[in-house]
Every structure is written in structure tokens, then in C-alpha cells.
């Protein structure tokens, strides 16, 4: 669902608008070409290439004590939901972010780091896509990061330090991949959510929301959802068994999902937002 992500843990009210996205300058989608392995010149240059990358896997190996690679592969694991992430895929891991880090152009590094969170998400071929702003400010406090789970979108501050910028980006895709557990737990529930509780956070009582949550309204949003998630059936069974419960819980409690301007200390303690705040957090101080 929608957030905004504040310095020093405060925010602004939940957006949940469909909104069209602002014109900023947008990461290219660069085309994949997979290799062609046909004849033996190339099967030759192919192989060697593997060797190389293996070559280069052991000498970064030696670059990280052994409990460092145990930690970042426990929190790659925990971050990115995946438990097959190896010890070797930890390292070139850690190589890729260690290279984003190097980016001397504040833009470009908040870019590669997006593409490279987007990519360990499992969000690679998604239409999820990074839009950056100069800040925006909400009572005293400065909005760093937002999630819209409608238009498939994340939207960064880019005045923010390259550290808690690295925070706030692992935040923001932790609540894409809380969109995708609970679209697949029941989509028409969940675009139900989500709708519901923007409409309440805009003052709208029972009876306008029962004329607005027309069956085409809702359809309308499911299908966009499905188009920048790129999945043509959403299933439970699209889910690993051992997160299943974890997106039934997403789905559950966002029926009663609490807007911060609603009850800002019961907006925080939500099942979202806990989960974001800690992924972000175990994230930042790995990267950092």
C-alpha cells in the first residue's frame, strides 16, 4: 500500500491516489539480449567468461571476513524473501552495491540503486519504475520516500544523504513486494483495501463509498496492477508456502488499515509499516 517515508519516522497522510506520475528524469529500460551459444568459437568464449567470473567471485570472497558474508546473506535472505540466495550470490551482491556506492552523480546512484533493489526483489521485469524530487515538506517534517501501489511507482527525495537514501528505496520496494503478496492473496480484496481506506482518509462516509466501489471501479485497478506486476494470474499459488501466511496477514489487516493523519501512532505500529521500517533500517546499516 501507499506510504510516505519521513525523516526521524514521522509521516504524512497515507496516498492511495491514483495519481499521474511527475515528470522526472526516468532510469532508460535498456534491452537484454540473451547469448547465443551456437558453434563452438562461441560455446569456447562462453565458457571462459564463466571462468573469469568464477576467478572473480573468489578473489571478492577474500575481500569479506566470514561473518560478514553470514550477515549480509541472512538479511539479503530476510530482505528480498528469498532463501535461495547463496553465499557466492551474496558476495556478487555485495560487489554490485559496492560498485553503486562508487557513482560519483547523486542521480545516476540513486537510479542504480533502485534498478539494483528492484532486481533483488524479483522485480526485474516489472514496470515499477523510480521518480525523483527536489522534497517535499509536511508540517515540519520532509517526506523521503512514497509507495503507490495502484500506479506501480516509488518516489524518492533526492536531497537525502546516499545512505538514508539506501534505507529509504529498500523501504519503499519492501512495501512493492508486500503489494504482491496480498494482490495474490485475493486481488479484488486487496484493490478492495486499498480503495476503501483511501476514501476514508479523504473524510468519504459509508454511503459514498458504497456507490463509488462500482465492480468496474475495482476491476479497472486490478487490471492495472496486473499489468505493471506482470501477472497474468494472480494466485496464492504464485507465493512460496512458507510466506502464504505472512500475505494472508497483509490482506487481513489492511482492511482496517489506519491513515496516519487518522491515528499516527497506530499507523506506525501496522503490520506495513513495521516490516518496511525494519527491512529499510537492516539495509541501510548493511550498505552503509
Aim: net charge neutral; aromatic share 8%; proline share 5%.
Amino acid at each position: 500500500m501507499s506510504d510516505s517515508y519521513f525523516l526521524n519516522g514521522f509521516r504524512n497522510t497515507v496516498n492511495r491516489s491514483v495519481l499521474t506520475p511527475p515528470k522526472v528524469h526516468e532510469p532508460p529500460k535498456i534491452p537484454h539480449t540473451p547469448p547465443n551459444f551456437n558453434g563452438k568459437g562461441k560455446l569456447a568464449i562462453a565458457l571462459a567468461g564463466l571462468s573469469l567470473l568464477a576467478a572473480s567471485s573468489v578473489l571478492s570472497a577474500k575481500q569479506y571476513r566470514e561473518s560478514q558474508i553470514d550477515k549480509a546473506q541472512q538479511t539479503f535472505q530476510e530482505t528480498f524473501m528469498r532463501d535461495d540466495i547463496s553465499r557466492e550470490e551474496t558476495i556478487e551482491m555485495l560487489e554490485r552495491y559496492k560498485e553503486i556506492k562508487k557513482i560519483p552523480d547523486k542521480e545516476e546512484y540513486l537510479k542504480a540503486m533502485f534498478k539494483e533493489a528492484k532486481r533483488n526483489f524479483g522485480f526485474e521485469n516489472a514496470d515499477i519504475d523510480l521518480y525523483l524530487n527536489e522534497g517535499k515538506i509536511h508540517g515540519n517534517y520532509q517526506i523521503l520516500g512514497n509507495t503507490n501501489s495502484l500506479c506501480g511507482f516509488i518516489e524518492i527525495t533526492k536531497t537525502q544523504t546516499r545512505d538514508k537514501a539506501a534505507d529509504s528505496i529498500h523501504h519503499e520496494m519492501r512495501h512493492m513486494k508486500q503489494v504482491y503478496l496480498g494482490f495474490n492473496a485475493n486481488p479484488e480484496q486487496y484493490v478492495r483495501n486499498i480503495l476503501i481506506s483511501q476514501l476514508k482518509s479523504k473524510g468519504k462516509d459509508e454511503e459514498f463509498i458504497k456507490r463509488v466501489m462500482t465492480p468496474n471501479y475495482i476491476k479497472d485497478n486490478i487490471e492495472g496492477i496486473k499489468q505493471y506486476m506482470k501477472i497474468d494470474n494472480p494466485s496464492l499459488n504464485n507465493i512460496p508456502e512458507k510466506d502464504r501466511p505472512f500475505a494472508l496477514q497483509l490482506l487481513n489487516e489492511g482492511k482496517n488499515y489506519i491513515s496516519s493523519e487518522a491515528d499516527h501512532e497506530g499507523y506506525m505500529n501496522t503490520l506495513e509499516e513495521r516490516d518496511a521500517y525494519n527491512i529499510g533500517q537492516k539495509m541501510g546499516k548493511l550498505l552503509t
